[in-house]
């Protein structure tokens, strides 16, 4: 399931090609709080008493902040899409908090190959990607569209 960090053009992704990455990321209490006093400012992000009497019941990560994570795993030790990962849509859900102790990781999947038919240079790959936590449960789905050169267009072949 691991791949190298050869870049991988368009031409290069299959359907059903699946990738974890290589690094993960622990999380902690100061950087869920950093995190939230600076972006997300909400008392369930930034304080564990008060967040006790929310429906997180303890301190739980912005899901921005568990975005920026994934983010970051997915360039450093993401599919290697060549070109790096230029969106073109995204959808995310958070099906669970991220609490402090909680190490992320991201496993990832090429769900689908949209050739472009006006810019044959380049397509979309749908990849579906969960960040995990360290029991393996799904902390975060993203299902994003990522514009891909294709290999013979940008070599000039």
Known sequence: MPLSRTPLWFDDLHVGL??????????????????????????FHLDDAAARATLFGGLAASGWHTAAITMRLLV????????????????????????PGDVLHVVSEVVELIPSRSKPDRGIAVIRSETRNQRDEAVMVQTAKLVVPRRNQALGQ
């Open 18 to 43: 699946r990738h974890r990455s290589a690094d993960s990321a622990p999380v902690d209490t100061a950087a869920i709080t950093g995190f939230a006093a600076d972006w997300d400012p909400q008392p």
């Open 76 to 99: 450093t030790s993401g599919v290697p899409v060549a070109g790096g990962m230029i969106g073109a849509g995204v959808q995310l859900d958070w099906p669970r908090p991220v609490r």
